[in-house]
């Protein structure tokens, strides 16, 4: 499995505060993606589309996947939009599809105390189901897809306990969703990456095959009690085999702020700029602002983005403050209906809806910002350009019934059509 490769990041983190006016298309397109049956889908026109909720309907016109300003060509397939807003589609930037229920039988969660508790009732989980990792996360990632998602970065648990079945399930619904999204995977050391035996060999052999893009690690003090074992261990990987690094960070004191603060060391050491995420990271909110400026402007300054699931109010990143440094921040939604919880449903709008909720945001600006992080800030965790509708820009956005961009976050509108480089690749919440 060849890793998915990185693309430049366009500039234009206004684009949710624009009007639309110049989107009737775009530039030469710099990749492709595949139309129906595997090809080009040459030049498309929506016709009749409301960008952001202009108040004027225009038309906007792909070529080869990339929106073009230049005139649709002789004989290019028209698509009526009935006057629906266009948004820009949504970046999963941290979700686990290996772990899911979603599609089977209900299954009742046993209390649990801690992440040593959620391990093995994962496993039991993994045991006891009757599909496959890859058909339970092909269900989950299609369904992804039919509510707008264009891209998502796959945690994937890799420990003895499951040798490397979830990264060659999740590469499996990859393969089968290549058309319609883009993914990278991570290799997860959920269970710890010392503190488990075999694990560090699994994540060698991830890493060296190609199957994986980035590889994690967890909580390095906290849970795994070896915080430069793992760090350099992870580190080491990803500089010889060429991957990215991401780390899911839960500690919410001094154990949180010595472990980011050992992350940017090796980043630096390293120079593994630009390639290093770290999720979650509790312990940011709980810094004063002098701490937390001098720590997002060290993250800035090596490019270590992050990613926030917007659990709660006290846990949620300060996403303005850490972009005022440079720093790129991302929305996931972290497990769906598994061992952990039974809620998600891998639903970026719904995320991004989440997110103003536990922010408290009521005016206009707040919640397009909202949908911004949704639909942007994960494309720039994950190296993709982004889908601001603009010339150049990638032909992935969704059409939906609704006045503008804010209605449509608070009220989370049915996707009635969902493109993915000039393709529609789904239909009133349905696979196309």
Known sequence: MTPLSRRGILAGAAALAGTGAALSAAAPAAAASRGEGGKRPGAVVFRNVRPFGAKTPVDLTVVDGRITDRPARKGARVIDGGGRVALPSLVDAHIHPDKTTWGSSWVTRKPASGIADYCEQDVEIFKSQPRPVGERAYGLMSHAVTRGTRAMRAHVDVAPAYDL???EGVNAARERLGHALDVQVVAFPQHGVIRTPGTAELLEE???????????GIDPISFDDAMDEQLDLVFG??????VGVDIHLHDRDEKGTKVLRAII????????????????????????DTELGRMAADLGEQDISLTTVAPNESLVLPIEKLRAHGVRVGLGSDGVRDAWSPFGNADMLHRAHILGWVTDVRLDDELAACYDVGAHGGADVMGLDRANLEPGAPADFVLVRGENVQQVLVDMPQRDMVV??????????ELA
């Open 237 to 242: 990987l990803a500089d010889r085999h060429g």
């Open 420 to 429: 993915h480089g000039g393709r529609i690749v789904a239909r009133n919440g």
């Open 165 to 167: 079945a979830g990264v």
């Open 265 to 288: 060391e090796r980043t630096k050491a390293l120079s593994l700029r630009g390639k290093v995420t770290v999720s979650h990271v509790f312990c940011l909110p709980h810094l004063s």
């Open 206 to 216: 991830a890493a060296r095959s190609g199957a994986v893009d980035l590889v994690g």
